[in-house]
């Protein structure tokens, strides 16, 4: 069977032929024949990355959403075996009734375990766990024309390092076994507070973060002058009584895509202004589900439908500890001068727990993700801008998010790359690997 398939932000435009794979038995025979039809491919999971890392310079996908099965579970260890399409929210589903959570979650449950692995992504906690990759004990690597490989630690090291972060180059992730996190329930404990700017988010951080399991802040990047840097932080930890309960998903859904974007500066200013006041001065206590906290955006089935038929691009960079405040002032002055800017502006301070992946995004410091509606003008100028600020404090993109970095940025970001580039299955070939290193 095949599917049409795309990124998250809708660009670049270049859709994907996804070539479904439905068994792990018949895997290696269909990794070989897309393979001599079309010349290279690339694992997909489930579309969630908004660039192009998720897409094959060929154009066909080997499309891994169908491999979804549970194949062991042990809930006295909190280890598990599942196949690298399942979805995270899938897994949490069987997970929580039986009293364990992922120990590391990105911002969507609708990523599969086998893209989790290939970003390394990270989460709310990574000041305390650090990234996917660390919770990965081994997984079953499918490179072309070989026998499948288990890699860990101990079990082909380096194949293990380099697909951790790896963006699908190295190999289709069939199966992989999980260390889950014990929990007490199924719900979240957190607190909301609004800060006047960048410098009070920062004591915030400095002093909160390792207070709690989670932490993570959101800026109204448009705002200027004496309200620069304004936004709400938030921490949350599993809460230690309550209830069990798992979450249905969201019914709402954007049913078709508008001809133009409708996040415009204007409605912008005014969404960020409200929703910054509409948080209390001083720390205030919820109880939220895990769904609302983690997954708020999940809720709203095809949301990244509202920017249109150009889509958009999310520019997530990440600045080391020592120059971070800096940067940050100087990009969010750059972002608001520019009045281009989005409502989902994420601010995280990223710890220095080391992730086993080679190529893995998160350096201890700080990371700032903001969504852009596409048009030309963000490349052509605004982009330019940020990078340089980037590169300048010695930080870097994420390429999960990516669909505009030069080569040369990536180059000097990520010196791994090379170790990446010899262990890559020369069958395998993104748009994004084809865009940096060649
Ligand atoms: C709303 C939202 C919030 C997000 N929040 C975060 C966040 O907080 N932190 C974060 O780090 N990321 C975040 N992301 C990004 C997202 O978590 C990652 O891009 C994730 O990797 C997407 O997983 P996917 O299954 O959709 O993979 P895809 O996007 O389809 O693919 C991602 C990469 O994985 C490779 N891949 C997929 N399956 C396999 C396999 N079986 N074997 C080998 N390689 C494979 C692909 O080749 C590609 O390189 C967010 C995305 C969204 C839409």
């Not at 840097?229 to 859904?253: F, K, M, N």
Request: aromatic letters at 10%.
């Amino acid at each position: 069977m095949k599917t049409s398939l795309g990124s998250w932000g809708n660009y670049p435009p270049f859709p994907q032929q996804g070539h479904d794979c439905m068994w792990r038995d018949g895997l290696p025979e269909h990794m070989e024949r897309v393979i001599l039809d079309h010349g290279n491919s690339l694992p997909f999971g489930n579309g969630r990355s908004y660039g192009d890392s998720c897409l094959a310079s060929s154009d066909h996908v080997l499309h891994m959403r169908f491999l979804d099965r549970f194949i062991h579970a042990d809930w006295q260890t909190g280890v598990i075996r599942v196949e690298a399409g399942i979805m995270l929210a899938d897994i949490l589903k069987v997970a929580i009734p039986n009293g364990w959570f992922l120990a590391v979650t990105p911002g969507t449950g609708f990523a599969t375990v086998g893209g989790a692995i290939a970003n390394d992504v990270h989460g709310k906690n990574h000041h305390l766990r650090g990234t996917f990759g660390n919770h990965v004990l081994r997984f079953s690597l499918l490179r072309h024309g070989e026998q499948a490989l288990t890699c860990s630690v101990s079990e082909n090291p380096g194949l293990f390092a380099a697909s951790i972060g790896g963006l699908g180059l190295t190999g289709v992730i069939q199966w992989a076994d999980l260390q889950l996190m014990p929990i007490r329930n199924s719900q979240i404990d957190s607190t909301v507070v609004r800060f006047a700017s960048l410098e009070e988010f920062f004591v915030l951080a400095n002093e909160q973060d390792h207070q709690h399991e989670y932490s993570v802040a959101w800026i109204d990047c448009l705002a200027r002058g004496r309200n620069k840097g304004r936004g709400v932080y938030i921490t949350g930890d599993h809460a230690r009584y309550g209830s069990w309960q798992v979450e249905r998903p969201g019914r709402l859904s954007v049913p078709l895509t508008p001809p133009f974007s409708l996040i415009n500066t204007l409605s912008l200013r005014a969404f960020n202004a409200c929703y910054w006041r509409a948080h209390p001065t001083m720390p205030q206590a919820r109880r939220s589900s895990h769904g609302a906290f983690f997954y708020p955006l999940d809720r709203i089935r095809h949301w990244n439908r509202i920017y249109g038929h150009r889509g958009f691009q999310q520019y997530q960079c990440v600045i080391p500890k020592a120059h971070a405040q800096a940067a940050m002032a100087e990009l969010l002055d750059t972002i608001a001068e520019s009045g281009q800017g989005s409502f989902l502006a994420v601010l995280k301070q990223c710890g220095d727990i080391a992730s086993p992946g080679l190529l893995s995004f998160p350096i201890p410091g700080t990371s700032l993700a903001l969504d852009f509606p596409h048009d030309d003008e963000l490349t052509g100028s605004l982009f330019p801008r940020l990078d340089a600020i980037v590169h300048g404090a010695g930080g870097r993109l994420y390429p999960a998010k990516d669909a505009h970095m030069s080569g040369n940025d990536f180059r000097r970001a990520y010196p791994a790359w090379e170790r990446l580039e010899a262990l890559r299955d020369p069958f395998l070939m993104s748009r994004f690997w084809k865009r940096v290193t060649l």
